[in-house]
């Protein structure tokens, strides 16, 4: 399974953009990228997921380049509400019999100061 | 659609005692997680269920924790007996195949294990 390396905690404030890199160098052809976000006292939560170019929903959006090789997960216009822990993932949804399982790295801290 | 049920939030033992959790899984899904989280760390997966048999449990301890799904919907996890270092939230997640292939996880909020 890929292994992910994000930054340990980053800091920002309300209204800026956020840009959190996740590399992934061993990705595999068949992995997707995936993003989670998690409070405290919650369990993680789906942000995004893409496998190639941009993908953009209402929460954020995911650049990825054409070697797959990493990723950025883009926040615009943080709020206070947005403070929270950050995973990203890899791993292959394609499977048939349900045998995928993600494996979470330490993730990304995020800190939004007013 | 309703979420991933789990209980108890909060649990307090002391060590050498046992404890068990429940999940309830999105209706539906075939596949159920445990995960354990440390303070300060990522979730790291114990066990992975696919309808009611055993995927993956190759991170279980299995001389003190054990897991089982019952027809396949509802799962227990136990420890037994439990140890400091199992002070940990215990994460539990359901899975189905989605049109385009992405198997989206839902993570129940889990609950609190202390061990003093």
């Known amino acids: 399974l890929a292994k992910t390396t994000q930054p340990i905690s980053m800091d920002s404030y309300e209204g800026q953009e956020v840009n959190i890199t996740c590399s992934h160098n061993?990705?595999?052809?068949?992995?997707?990228i995936t993003w989670y976000q998690q409070f405290p006292s919650q369990g993680p939560r789906f942000i995004i997921q893409?496998?190639?170019t941009k993908v953009t929903n209402e929460v954020a959006s995911l650049f990825i380049p054409a070697d797959r090789k990493s990723s950025t997960l883009s926040l615009p216009r943080v709020s206070l509400s947005d403070t929270a822990v950050y995973y990203c993932?890899?791993?292959?949804?394609?499977?048939?019999?349900?045998?995928?399982?993600?494996?979470f790295g330490a993730g990304t801290r995020l800190a939004v100061h007013p | 659609e309703a979420g991933v049920a789990q209980s108890p939030r909060y649990k307090i033992i002391e060590k050498r005692q046992s404890v068990a959790f429940w999940c309830n899984p999105i209706?539906?899904?075939?596949?159920l997680y445990w995960y354990q989280q440390i303070l300060g760390q990522g979730p790291k997966l114990l066990i992975q269920?696919?309808?009611?048999?055993?995927?993956?449990d190759s991170q279980l301890p299995k001389d003190r924790f054990s897991a089982e799904r019952l027809k396949g919907v509802d799962s227990t996890l136990k420890i037994q007996p439990a140890k400091l270092e199992d002070s940990a939230v215990y994460l539990c997640?359901?899975?189905?195949?989605?049109?385009?292939?992405?198997?989206?996880?839902?993570f129940g909020s889990g609950t609190r294990l202390t061990v003093v």
């Open positions: 209706s539906g899904h075939a596949t």
């Open positions: 893409g496998y190639k």
């Open positions: 061993n990705i595999a052809t068949n992995d997707y």
């Open positions: 993932l890899v791993g292959d949804p394609s499977f048939s019999g349900g045998y995928n399982k993600l494996i």
């Open positions: 997640a359901s899975s189905s195949p989605k049109p385009g292939g992405y198997h989206g996880y839902t």
């Open positions: 269920f696919q309808n009611n048999g055993v995927v993956d």
